[in-house]
């Protein structure tokens, strides 16, 4: 017999009673029934109901073990009772009676308990990861990982993509993030980079004449955290193709990663039709370039219905220039008390609050007025059928724009009684993130995102630059290695302008993909960084293997990338990122677990030639 198992924790049934096996694995926990000792012996596969009675010549041994002791137990099959059958897991019609048993590693009092789901601190949590990985959701996230990952590679060789590595340790590239930085032992007061991403070499596999590349690529970045992101490493999906359009691209991911969706997705409807939005478009719709589509809410420009009204806000905002006023509408959304509720939000948000608008059955108060009645006989009118009440528009802007504006209102944005619109103005880019975030808690709250999809969109047509209000210098906004739309023509013409061919791929309000047909003609990269102010000798010196390639017949090219981690998360439905990653770091970018970052030894130090220099607190 093997030295540690005949089987897994998850293989043994019915068949197998009568038979002598071996099992190794974790106790799960211990129950005592008065005499009659059972253990859940776990391993990665499963569970096994293992027993003991005082005849069994280890029962003294077995009356010793503890929760997350690893053992093995030697034993015979036998069935359970009709009554006692555990119908949840594949091992329940039996457990095995203990003969002997072997402690393979006993364990200390634990800081966090493996069995049950209860809740942890995240620091004990990373700084116990071992344990933390033993739980069953996180088993079950790490193997669902690994899996997503099998079927990319599967679904990229299936389509003639061959897999190539690209250097770890390379040069510095201002790819949007900070670098991580590592000092050349051998070239004292130089430094190596770690790849924010394989973009250089993978355009450069392109001009080597590989047609095809995909990699399961590691990147690193020195970013501040959130949920979705972590603050050092990752992973993605890098692919890069020669002799294609944009579409090809689109043509090329998009089957991929429906099928990893489809097969990964738990039953949730993987949207087919993904699409394409400008990134303006997107702005001004959902105040986000990566849009969760599964809100139907879209927003509006409705500035023409507040120039010259009697809301004074609006109207003196609109008289400068670069100004609007956009609406979001909600339907369903038309309580005060709603409405109230969302004002609040946006005074969180650091806005003064939000206007808005709720359409009702007008009132006998308002059936009154117009009709020069009293109330008590504009009620006995509306009860009696005689007068027809009809709608109102109610909240404060709607009494200072009056019943014409909030008519017009009503029928641009589709409203009706029981809906809502909230409204916010000023420059685009000042308020489009709060209204963004609006749009979705109004979403939410109203219970209009559905949540049994996944749903994709293309961000397209990007602009190339941006310009700084307050020195008027103009910049990238986004990739500057993205083909500008038109060539080199659209580059004559005003920057603002400038489109590249640039896209993101949306999902659920995250972004999980990324690329761009690239900047493959050398003079027309060296127009694109000098209107950024960069001169042709500083491309040159931080491109400059990438500039040296693209004169000797580089290929048009593009690709894109999508994040595993994030992937995984949404496959998962987890809300945070380091819930899929097996070692992640915190939130301060430090991996409790092994303790780095770590003071360097002075024998480090000196081998590299650096001194540390304090710094002021």
Request: glycine share 8%; net charge negative; aromatic share 10%.
């Amino acid at each position: 017999m093997h030295a540690f198992r005949s089987q897994t924790c998850a293989e043994l049934n019915k068949s197998h009673v009568g038979q002598n096996v071996r099992l190794s694995g974790w106790v799960h926990r211990v129950r005592d029934h008065g005499g009659l000792l059972f253990i859940d012996l776990r391993d990665h596969y499963g569970m096994t109901q293992v027993m003991a009675d005082p005849d069994s010549p280890v029962f003294a041994e077995i009356e010793k073990v503890r929760s997350e002791w690893c053992i093995r137990i030697d034993g015979e099959v036998k069935a359970r009772d009709e009554s006692l059958i555990n119908s949840k897991i594949p091992t329940g019609e039996i457990e095995v009676f203990i003969r002997d048993i072997e402690v393979l590693g006993a364990a200390k009092e634990l800081p966090l308990m493996v069995f049950g789901e209860q809740e942890y601190p995240e620091e004990t949590r990373l700084r116990y990861r071992y344990l933390d990985l033993r739980r069953e959701a996180m088993q079950r996230n790490m193997t669902l990982r690994s899996d997503v990952v099998a079927s990319m590679r599967r679904r990229m060789w299936d389509k003639q993509f061959r897999e190539y590595q690209t250097p770890i340790i390379t040069a510095s590239s201002p790819e949007g993030a900070r670098d991580f930085l590592v000092p050349s032992r051998q070239h004292p007061g130089k430094f190596y980079a770690l790849p924010q991403a394989p973009q250089q070499f993978k355009q450069l596999i392109m001009v080597s004449g590989f047609d095809k590349y995909f990699q399961i690529a590691p990147c690193f970045r020195d970013e501040d955290p959130r949920a979705d992101r972590s603050p050092t490493d990752f992973y993605q999906l890098d692919l890069e193709m020669s002799f294609v359009e944009q579409q090809d691209i689109f043509d090329t991911i998009q089957p991929v990663l429906t099928g990893v969706f489809e097969e990964f997705g738990g039953g949730r409807k993987v949207d087919q039709e993904w699409p394409q939005i400008s990134y303006r478009d997107a702005a001004l719709w959902y105040g986000s370039d990566k849009p969760d589509l599964r809100n139907p809410i879209k927003m509006q420009v409705v500035s023409e219905h507040f120039a010259g009204s009697g809301f004074a806000i609006f109207a003196k905002l609109l008289e400068q220039e670069g100004t609007e006023v956009r609406a979001i509408p909600a339907p369903k959304g038309g309580s005060r008390k709603f409405c109230d509720r969302m004002n609040v939000f946006a005074q969180k948000e650091g806005l003064p609050g939000m206007g808005y608008i709720f359409w009702r059955e007008k009132t006998a108060d308002a059936v009154a007025q117009e009709l020069g009645i009293s109330v008590k006989e504009a009620q006995a009118k509306l009860k009696s059928g005689e007068v027809k009440g009809g709608m109102e528009a109610a909240g404060p802007l709607a009494k200072n724009i009056g019943p014409e504006r909030t008519e017009a209102i009503r029928q641009q944005l589709g409203l009706n009684v029981g809906d809502a619109a909230f409204f916010l103005g000023g420059k685009p880019k000042a308020f489009e993130t709060v209204a963004g975030k609006a749009r979705n808690v109004i979403g939410e709250e109203l219970g209009l995102t559905d949540k049994t999809r996944f749903a994709f969109a293309w961000i397209v047509d990007f602009p190339i630059y941006e310009q700084d209000e307050e020195t008027g210098k103009i910049d990238f906004e986004h990739n500057p290695f993205s083909m500008p739309q038109g060539g080199m023509e659209a580059l004559l013409g005003n920057p603002l302008d400038v489109l590249g061919y640039q896209y993101d791929l949306a999902c659920n309000g995250f972004e999980l993909v990324s690329g761009a047909i690239r900047n493959h003609r050398p003079e027309i990269m060296f127009k694109a960084f000098e209107i950024a102010g960069y001169g042709k000798e500083e491309v040159e010196k931080r491109f400059g293997g990438m500039v040296n390639a693209f004169q000797y017949g580089a290929p048009p090219h593009g690709g894109c990338a999508a994040g595993i981690d994030r992937i995984v998360m949404l496959l998962a439905d987890e809300a945070n990122i380091r819930e899929v990653i097996m070692f992640p770091m915190n939130q301060r970018a430090e991996d409790l677990m092994m303790d780095a970052p770590s003071d360097p030894t002075s024998d480090q130090l000196m081998d590299l030639g650096l001194r540390v220099i304090p710094q002021e607190q």
